[in-house]
């Protein structure tokens, strides 16, 4: 149980495009969703919390126009990278909540490149 | 000062040993701990999570929480090279309704054949 599903896995992209990441928890509802993001041989860093059918909660120093979070169900969120340059290349991973509890069940990941 | 510390590593150690691996937070308040294991390029697994002060045993994890001195452990009994990864502790952070976790910075482990 509680398995969380990324797609795309891996995306490269160009540099003025913008890429849309999804994350569904596969046999659970999660009213909660967080969008990490994760350098290279570092730790997880929150960009943003989602609330199912609420505006997204963004950490400071994350541009919430720039990364766009939208959690339209109690199964899905997207995280749309707008404008992508090679600065955003990272990491990005999406967790959801159980509902009642506190654990985070993580999704396996997408690696963006923008080239 | 960081609200979750942890020794980066590398730790390695042979196959069968028993591993430590520690985590120290700031702030009294955190309740809620958490381990993670993550291979490399995956995302994190949940092992372990603990509320408040005492040891969890879990097949051959062991998660201990001594809140007195603000310090939680991992400990991996006969190691094996599958477990060969890095382990981030977290801790709940804020209020019920609008939590966090706050993430260590990861201990890398290798377990050698």
């Known amino acids: 149980g509680a398995v969380v599903s990324q797609h795309p896995s891996r995306v490269i992209c160009k540099s003025g495009t913008s890429v849309k990441i999804e994350c569904r928890s596969l046999?659970?509802?999660?009213?909660?969703m967080f969008w990490y993001r994760q350098f290279p041989k570092q730790s997880l860093m929150l960009m943003a919390t989602s609330n199912e059918g609420s505006k997204a909660t963004y950490e400071q120093g994350v541009e919430k126009d720039k990364f766009l979070i939208n959690h339209a169900s109690l199964t899905l969120s997207t995280l749309t990278v707008t404008s992508a340059h090679p600065e955003d290349s990272s990491f990005y991973i999406c967790?959801?909540?159980?509902?009642?509890?506190?654990?985070?069940?993580f999704g396996p990941g997408t690696r963006l490149t923008v080239t | 000062q960081k609200e979750v510390e942890q020794d980066p590593g590398p730790l390695s150690v042979p196959e069968g040993a028993i591993v430590s691996l520690n985590c120290t937070y700031s702030n009294s308040a955190f309740q809620y701990f958490m381990w993670y294991r993550q291979y490399s390029r995956k995302g994190p697994e949940l092992l372990m999570y603990t509320y408040s002060s005492g040891n969890k045993e879990d097949g051959r994890f062991t998660a201990q929480v001594d809140k007195s001195s603000k310090y939680i452990s991992l400990f991996i009994r006969d190691s094996q090279p599958s477990d060969s990864a890095t382990y981030l502790c977290a801790v709940k952070a804020g209020l019920d309704s609008s939590y966090k976790l706050i993430f260590g910075s990861g201990t890398r482990l290798l377990v050698r054949p």
């Open positions: 046999d659970f509802q999660a009213t909660t």
């Open positions: 967790s959801a909540r159980l509902r009642g509890s506190y654990e985070q069940y």
